[in-house]
């Protein structure tokens, strides 16, 4: 198989908070023109489906990139009628990618139609993967056996210092890097925030921030090559 899912948030603000937040752009752009230079085909799909937010900070400091994606105006109108997680058909998909920004620290962990697809990709022997806070896609993914799928896994999300270095800590409805160890998982993380770090255990493949997105993707890619 050659498709992969890429999973974005539908949360367009800190919960009751008016602040705004959504999809961190670069880090789907970054993915998704990684995955299609590989050779694969990418679906973006949501908790909910419909639109999309997008941090307004991400279109504010994007890079070329994501600012050549920003006028393409066929990616940017799939962004306001994405597909539902509750439509996804599992076994046809290679991987699943959890990107981030703030927004999906409400809709992904409960989401049990993302939890079932990506129990599913996994077991068929797929990649499970994450950048930044789309690691809150992972918390609460249990595999048929009970267990937690980052049980006792190494991986790598958006730090608590970089929730200071954002000034969002106070924001937000919990610190990623404490509920990964909180379900057995061993946190690891680059020793300066918001640089470039991804890690890979087996079919589990993590990158830090949304600076990682480019080299989390080499590494998604690199693990679904050895499949």
Same mark, same amino acid.
């Given at each position: 198989?050659?498709?992969?899912?890429?999973?974005?948030?539908?949360?367009?603000?800190?919960?009751?908070?008016?602040?705004?937040?959504?999809?961190?752009?670069?880090?789907?752009?970054?993915?998704?023109?990684?995955?299609?230079?590989?050779?694969?085909?990418? $679906?973006?799909?949501? #908790?909910?489906?419909?639109?999309?937010?997008?941090?307004?900070?991400?279109?504010?400091? !994007?890079?070329?990139?994501?600012? $050549?994606?920003?006028?393409? =105006?066929?990616?940017?109108?799939?962004?306001? $009628?994405?597909?539902?997680?509750?439509?996804? @058909? #599992?076994?046809?998909?290679? !991987?699943?990618?959890?990107?981030?920004? =703030?927004?999906?620290?409400? @809709?992904?962990?409960?989401?049990?139609?993302?939890?079932?697809?990506?129990?599913?990709?996994?077991?068929?022997?797929?990649?499970?993967?994450?950048?930044?806070?789309?690691?809150?896609?992972?918390?609460?993914?249990?595999?048929?056996?009970?267990?937690?799928?980052?049980?006792?896994?190494?991986?790598?999300?958006?730090?608590?210092?970089?929730?200071?270095?954002?000034?969002?800590?106070?924001?937000?409805?919990?610190?990623?890097?404490?509920?990964?160890?909180?379900?057995?998982?061993?946190?690891?993380?680059?020793?300066?925030?918001?640089? #470039?770090?991804?890690?890979?255990?087996?079919?589990?493949?993590?990158?830090?921030?949304?600076?990682?997105?480019?080299?989390?993707?080499?590494?998604?890619?690199?693990?679904?090559?050895?499949?």
């Amino acid at each position: 198989m050659n498709r992969i899912l890429a999973v974005v948030t539908n949360q367009a603000t800190y919960g009751t908070d008016p602040h705004q937040t959504g999809l961190w752009l670069a880090e789907l752009v970054h993915f998704y023109a990684g995955a299609l230079q590989a050779g694969f085909e990418v $679906d973006i799909v949501s #908790p909910a489906g419909g639109r999309v937010p997008l941090d307004p900070r991400s279109t504010r400091w !994007a890079d070329k990139q994501t600012r $050549d994606y920003m006028n393409d =105006h066929a990616f940017m109108s799939g962004l306001n $009628d994405t597909s539902s997680a509750t439509d996804v @058909d #599992p076994d046809r998909y290679a !991987a699943i990618f959890y990107t981030g920004g =703030h927004g999906v620290m409400w @809709d992904f962990p409960s989401n049990a139609a993302l939890q079932q697809a990506a129990r599913q990709i996994y077991e068929n022997g797929g990649v499970v993967s994450s950048v930044c806070h789309g690691a809150c896609g992972l918390l609460n993914i249990r595999l048929s056996d009970g267990s937690l799928l980052v049980e006792g896994r190494t991986v790598t999300g958006f730090s608590t210092a970089e929730e200071r270095v954002a000034m969002v800590k106070k924001r937000v409805p919990f610190l990623l890097e404490d509920e990964l160890r909180n379900r057995g998982a061993r946190y690891i993380r680059n020793t300066i925030p918001m640089t #470039p770090f991804a890690t890979a255990d087996g079919r589990l493949v993590t990158g830090q921030n949304p600076y990682s997105t480019k080299v989390v993707t080499a590494k998604i890619i690199e693990t679904l090559h050895q499949l």
